[in-house]
């Protein structure tokens, strides 16, 4: 909700049309020509009669759209005052693309290029700060993640169990198709056992001397661990190994979810030297949850654990008879702004005042009955796992998108807090009879009894 007028006087609520126009205007997947025209008497209005608009989305009621120029708004944010991260307004248009561009899938052929040269890592720092929310660009280290849990079919699971030591292999053995830096392969600079961790350090300068580093670039080295936990600054492998961390460890999550502390985490460090005379360390990592000590497969939440339970439940019974894939994704799946990380500052912002700028797509699980002809049927499942009504929002705005790129596909939602008079028992049952009537549904079309 939007209030405006003077500090400290009475506010007056801003009306929806108009709270829709501001959103389309300068709400994160807005901006095009046309929404700012739109927007426009509003903000000269407003800026006429001295007032300022008042973002409700944080308690404080201290958030601030500022006009300026009877045309536009200024952000005024800072640290402890900030908007809720599902806010419209808590990033501008061309923040959002720069964090969608980061969750875009990798292209193998390109290198990685996480770390720059001694004098030039301030990109690389600044980047890294966290990866807890929408409203951050996904790191360079998570993307060296994401991209080996993706390839390697950790997000996959098809009704036939695959060990934790073998998911880790896989995950580890992707390391082949990757690139470093330049033309740096992966594989060699890849740790994947921490008792080795001091062997590997040890003959780090010897091993990447080997390789030709890019003009720019600094020699370093990656870490890939099944953590227990994070504990004082280091990664937790075993009771008997701690690797401990120089600089900060980004662990994926928002802060509002609940969490499990008794699930692992699938972690990545970033190995190499803080500076010419140092010797090589883990200077950072990043640590995504795990759905369980039997199963790697990174989720979100504790509410996407519990979604996914109840598919893999269904995925057990219906085996045999008819047989799915349970993905849960964790790329944009959008298709605007085709490139992945070239940016091209005067094409992005034709394309955002063409268009506005494009929402993050990520769908929480797609259940997909098979390859070519036979994938009719595939349907994704969204947790609708908070109540706010600024989430609802976003939830709903974004999830019929999801479906338009993924072609087309119908979705179920399982909702942990409405209808309101159902008990949560009796929700999870409503999403478990949605997604069984959809699986009846294509039994009936292939004629399986
Ligand atoms: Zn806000």
């Given at each position: 909700?939007?209030?405006?007028?003077?500090?400290?006087?009475?506010?007056?609520?801003?009306?929806?049309?108009?709270?829709?126009?501001?959103?389309?205007?300068?709400?994160?997947?807005?901006?095009?020509?046309?929404?700012?025209?739109?927007?426009?008497?509003?903000?000269?209005?407003?800026?006429?009669?001295?007032?300022?608009?008042?973002?409700?989305?944080?308690?404080?009621?201290?958030?601030?759209?500022?006009?300026?120029?009877?045309?536009?708004?200024?952000?005024?944010?800072?640290?402890?005052?900030?908007?809720?991260?599902?806010?419209?307004?808590?990033?501008?248009?061309?923040?959002?693309?720069?964090?969608?561009?980061?969750?875009?899938?990798?292209?193998?052929?390109?290198?990685?290029?996480?770390?720059?040269?001694?004098?030039?890592?301030?990109?690389?720092?600044?980047?890294?700060?966290?990866?807890?929310?929408?409203?951050?660009?996904?790191?360079?280290?998570?993307?060296?993640?994401?991209?080996?849990?993706e390839?390697?079919g950790l997000q996959k699971q098809t009704s036939v169990?695959?060990?934790?030591?073998?998911?880790?292999?896989?995950?580890?053995?992707?390391?082949?198709?990757?690139?470093?830096?330049?033309?740096?392969?992966?594989?060699?600079?890849?740790?994947?056992?921490?008792?080795?961790?001091?062997?590997?350090?040890?003959?780090?300068?010897?091993?990447?001397?080997?390789?030709?580093?890019?003009?720019?670039?600094?020699?370093?080295?990656?870490?890939?661990?099944?953590?227990?936990?994070?504990?004082?600054?280091?990664?937790?492998?075993?009771?008997?190994?701690?690797?401990?961390?120089?600089?900060?460890?980004?662990?994926?999550?928002?802060?509002?979810?609940?969490?499990?502390?008794?699930?692992?985490?699938?972690?990545?460090?970033?190995?190499?030297?803080?500076?010419?005379?140092?010797?090589?360390?883990?200077?950072?990592?990043?640590?995504?949850?795990?759905?369980?000590?039997?199963?790697?497969m990174?989720?979100?939440?504790?509410?996407?654990?519990?979604?996914f339970?109840?598919l893999s439940?269904i995925q057990?019974?219906y085996s045999?008879?008819l047989d799915f894939e349970i993905e849960k994704p964790l790329s944009?799946v959008?298709?605007?702004?085709?490139?992945?990380?070239?940016?091209?500052?005067?094409?992005?912002?034709?394309?955002?005042?063409?268009?506005?700028?494009?929402?993050?797509?990520?769908p929480d699980f797609i259940l997909r009955f098979g390859k070519g002809d036979q994938h009719a049927g595939d349907f994704f499942v969204e947790?609708?796992?908070?109540?706010?009504?600024?989430?609802?929002?976003?939830?709903?705005?974004?999830?019929?998108?999801m479906a338009?790129a993924l072609g087309g596909l119908e979705w179920v939602?399982?909702?942990?807090?409405?209808?309101?008079?159902?008990?949560?028992?009796?929700?999870?049952?409503?999403?478990?009879?949605?997604v069984?009537?959809k699986l009846?549904d294509l039994m009936?079309k292939r004629?399986?009894?």
């Amino acid at each position: 909700m939007l209030l405006v007028g003077k500090r400290g006087e009475k506010l007056t609520e801003v009306s929806g049309d108009d709270t829709k126009r501001l959103i389309l205007a300068f709400g994160r997947e807005g901006g095009s020509t046309f929404a700012r025209r739109n927007a426009k008497l509003v903000v000269e209005t407003t800026q006429n009669a001295g007032h300022w608009f008042f973002c409700t989305c944080n308690q404080d009621r201290d958030t601030l759209l500022v006009p300026y120029e009877y045309a536009y708004v200024h952000r005024r944010i800072n640290s402890s005052n900030s908007h809720h991260h599902d806010c419209p307004f808590a990033i501008d248009p061309l923040r959002q693309l720069a964090v969608v561009r980061s969750m875009r899938p990798h292209p193998p052929e390109k290198a990685f290029n996480i770390l720059s040269a001694f004098a030039s890592d301030r990109g690389a720092q600044e980047e890294d700060r966290t990866a807890r929310t929408n409203t951050v660009r996904r790191s360079k280290l998570a993307r060296v993640l994401v991209a080996l849990a993706e390839s390697s079919g950790l997000q996959k699971q098809t009704s036939v169990a695959t060990s934790i030591s073998e998911q880790f292999n896989l995950v580890a053995k992707q390391a082949e198709k990757y690139k470093l830096a330049g033309d740096v392969p992966l594989k060699p600079m890849l740790c994947k056992y921490p008792p080795k961790l001091t062997e590997f350090l040890r003959d780090f300068d010897e091993n990447a001397r080997r390789f030709t580093w890019p003009k720019g670039s600094r020699e370093h080295g990656i870490l890939l661990l099944k953590a227990l936990c994070v504990e004082n600054g280091s990664l937790v492998f075993s009771n008997q190994v701690r690797v401990p961390v120089a600089g900060p460890i980004a662990i994926f999550g928002r802060d509002d979810a609940p969490r499990r502390k008794d699930r692992p985490y699938l972690a990545i460090g970033l190995i190499a030297k803080q500076s010419q005379s140092s010797p090589p360390e883990v200077i950072r990592a990043y640590v995504h949850p795990c759905y369980s000590h039997d199963n790697l497969m990174l989720v979100d939440s504790n509410y996407e654990r519990e979604t996914f339970k109840y598919l893999s439940t269904i995925q057990a019974e219906y085996s045999g008879r008819l047989d799915f894939e349970i993905e849960k994704p964790l790329s944009d799946v959008g298709k605007r702004f085709e490139q992945a990380e070239d940016a091209i500052p005067e094409r992005d912002n034709q394309e955002i005042e063409a268009r506005g700028a494009p929402p993050i797509l990520i769908p929480d699980f797609i259940l997909r009955f098979g390859k070519g002809d036979q994938h009719a049927g595939d349907f994704f499942v969204e947790t609708m796992g908070f109540r706010s009504s600024i989430y609802r929002a976003v939830k709903r705005r974004v999830v019929p998108e999801m479906a338009q790129a993924l072609g087309g596909l119908e979705w179920v939602e399982h909702d942990f807090h409405f209808p309101r008079d159902k008990t949560p028992q009796q929700r999870h049952e409503n999403f478990r009879t949605d997604v069984r009537s959809k699986l009846a549904d294509l039994m009936r079309k292939r004629s399986i009894r």
